[in-house]
């Protein structure tokens, strides 16, 4: 049995794949091509699963994108892209933010997608019975690079200036003139 990318025919014959005895044997998810065109070769491409672990994932990452700062000699990475789909989406947007945080001056792209996904199912009572079920995932991909990127690009983030050193408000208590000019407090209401 085949069925098509229909959601709601799809959803109910998960629904009925569970309850009716049949058990997942297969997994396939399609390939697609990188959303970034003209990226260098050797740039370090995580991909973010659902049971991935966020330290797992950062500590790899931040040891690679930091090599630079360690050692004069090596030239260490200068772009990260990461992946995810499905539910790993959420944990994808977060390891990229962890590293916009603990790397200043990192330019982001964002690319949305679908990724094509197969699954077969296999009755469990025996029988020649099997289904097979074609869906469609939310996908995303994160770049980040310590150069910069093409501003006009859709998706594009250019570095936060708060974690990228001196704020404005910084900038203002440091400066000779500001001293010298009553300072006005802020009022939340």
Not at 25 to 54: Q, T, Y
Not at 160 to 185: C, F, H, V, Y
Request: charged share 25%; with cysteine.
């Amino acid at each position: 049995m085949d069925l098509s990318a229909d959601p709601s025919a799809t959803n109910a014959q998960l629904k009925q794949a569970h309850a009716g005895g049949f058990k997942k044997v297969c997994r396939v998810e399609e390939d697609s091509a990188c959303p970034f065109p003209g990226l260098p070769a050797g740039v370090l491409e995580m991909r973010v699963k659902e049971g991935s672990k966020i330290r797992n994932l950062m500590g790899f990452a931040m040891a690679r994108m930091q090599d630079e700062a360690q050692d004069g000699s090596q030239t260490g990475l200068r772009q990260v892209v990461f992946s995810g789909s499905g539910r790993a989406v959420t944990k994808t947007i977060t390891c990229a933010e962890i590293m916009k945080r603990k790397i200043a001056g990192l330019h982001q792209m964002t690319k949305l997608q679908y990724k094509g996904l197969r699954e077969v199912w296999e009755s469990q009572e025996g029988g020649d019975s099997e289904m097979t079920i074609h869906r469609t995932l939310p996908s995303i991909s994160i770049l980040l690079s310590k150069d910069p990127l093409d501003p006009l690009e859709p998706g594009y983030q250019p570095p936060d200036e708060r974690n990228g050193g001196e704020t404005a408000e910084k900038r203002s208590i440091d400066s000779s003139d500001s001293l010298m000019e009553p300072q006005a407090k802020r009022v939340c209401l």
